[in-house]
């Protein structure tokens, strides 16, 4: 099935730092979107792509659907200790039902004061 | 305030035994997910609802299950017959228009212990 390649898995940066994550898969999809799931929380949507080449900004957090539309990546700016939690990207194809929705593993952000 | 309720928030439950799982939105979403999270992993997609009084298997449905008898209740039942239930679950809604676009409103998640 289709799989979703999340990396890194970890990251111990210093606030202030940037910090840049991405996510790739051997199939094409039509929408990328970012999650952001604090400890104990459900995730929260952060950046929700939807045109590949298609660049877009929330506050200090900016991702990018690929030109190919097989992968996407999430920068974080100027890391401050409150975005420490786990990352996930997810890939949706369109015309199909929502079981088509695939979740990366995601990336643990520790973030150093 | 709008939003998804799981509870109970920690359940304990000995082996064999079978557990609900509860989830309420008030959004006025028609679709609603159950997913399953383990250390490490992605999120895995047990069931889902488009619509009242009817539902499909996700990628993990085996030793689970669900009902949706009203637009606003989702609740998941673990069965005796899941193999290894101990587990974050989070539900999950979305607007019927965006049910393909991945945008999904998350509850706040039920972590079960099976002893």
């Known amino acids: 099935g289709q799989q979703l390649n999340q990396s890194p898995q970890s990251m111990f940066i210093q606030e202030g730092e940037d910090v840049s994550m991405n996510c790739t898969s051997s199939?094409?999809?039509?929408?990328w979107l970012w999650y952001k799931q604090d400890p104990g929380e459900g995730p929260v949507l952060l950046i929700a792509l939807y045109k590949a080449g298609e660049l877009t900004s929330n506050g200090r957090l900016t991702a990018q659907f690929g030109i190919t539309r097989k992968d996407s990546f999430l920068n974080i700016s100027a890391s401050i200790p409150s975005d420490v939690g786990i990352y996930f990207c997810?890939?949706?194809?369109?015309?199909?039902?929502?079981?088509?929705?695939?979740f990366g593993k995601g990336t643990k952000l520790s973030v150093k004061p | 305030d709008g939003g998804i309720t799981q509870s109970p928030k920690y359940l304990f439950r000995k082996e064999g035994q079978n557990v609900t799982l509860s989830c309420e939105q008030n959004l006025n979403h028609d679709a609603m997910y159950w997913y399953r999270q383990d250390p490490g992993q992605g999120l895995r997609l047990i069931y889902y609802s488009q619509i009242v009084n009817d539902f499909q298997k996700g990628d993990i449905a085996e030793g689970y299950s669900v009902s949706r008898e009203k637009k606003e209740s989702f609740p998941l039942t673990v069965t005796s017959a899941q193999k290894n239930p101990t587990a974050f679950y989070l539900c999950a809604s979305s607007i019927r228009a965006r049910a393909n676009t991945g945008e999904l409103f998350f509850g706040e998640g039920s972590r079960l212990t099976v002893l």
């Open positions: 199939s094409i999809f039509n929408t």
């Open positions: 997810a890939g949706q194809n369109y015309g199909g039902s929502q079981g088509n929705l695939i």
